[in-house]
């Protein structure tokens, strides 16, 4: 089973501070868990938002000088 995390350590982990995985649960960009008043997320949750959120670089092709 997943380790469900708290906000604070959510934060953490995306290296931000706790305002974000806020924002992200307000907005219903990520999945949590509701148990009473507390929030929890679970951590593959957050592996998958970065996942998800990882632009790879371009690979770009030089010819003469110029952008093939």
Do not use: C, Q
């Not at 995390?5 to 974000?20: C, N, Q, Y």
């Not at 806020?22 to 999945?31: G, T």
């Not at 929030?39 to 000088?65: C, D």
Request: aromatic share 6%; proline share 3%.
């Amino acid at each position: 089973m997943d380790r469900l995390l708290t906000v604070d350590e959510a934060a953490a982990l995306l290296g931000t501070t706790d305002r974000f995985p806020r924002r992200l649960i307000a907005e219903r960009r990520i999945a949590f868990v509701k148990l009473g008043t507390h929030v929890r997320i679970r951590e593959s949750v957050l592996n998958a938002y970065i996942a998800e959120s990882t632009v790879e670089p371009l690979s770009i092709r030089w010819r003469n000088g110029e952008v093939a």
